[in-house]
């Protein structure tokens, strides 16, 4: 099994940026591919961001493409997501997830993911 926490989140204005942390523990982080997911007050849980076991592979929503960029340092079990020129509208719950199966990194659905941090506030002030 694998627990993961998220960290990093906060309140910043419209154009800033932040770090999202998520720091996995347990089972071998490499055997993992890692995801970040959002959800925002009376919205579905969406697909931010993927990247593969090695790193090499990555995929955003087009919501985001461009402005936010995945990665994982595998020595140090953890994934981030650097956010920046972050809009109101990317306010939400952010929460990392891992999946253990081998899907193409384009996946972007939820129930692919086996594992799941407690997420973490991003508030995005206009």
């Known amino acids: 099994q694998v627990q993961l926490v998220e960290s990093g989140g906060g309140l910043v204005q419209a154009g800033g940026s932040l770090r999202l942390s998520c720091a996995a523990s347990?089972?071998?982080?490499?055997?993992?591919?890692m995801g970040w997911f959002r959800q925002a007050p009376g919205k579905e849980r969406e697909f931010v961001a993927t990247i593969s076991r090695s790193g090499t592979s990555t995929y955003y929503a087009d919501s985001v493409k461009g402005r936010f960029t995945i990665s994982r340092d595998n020595a140090k079990n953890t994934v981030y997501l650097q956010m920046n020129s972050l809009k109101p509208e990317d306010t939400a719950v952010y929460y990392c997830?891992?999946?253990?199966?081998?899907?193409?990194?384009?996946?972007?659905?939820?129930?692919?993911?086996?594992?799941w941090g407690q997420g973490t506030q991003v508030t995005v002030s206009s």
């Open positions: 347990g089972r071998t982080f490499i055997r993992y591919a």
């Open positions: 997830a891992a999946r253990e199966s081998v899907l193409p990194v384009t996946s972007q659905g939820r129930r692919d993911y086996d594992y």
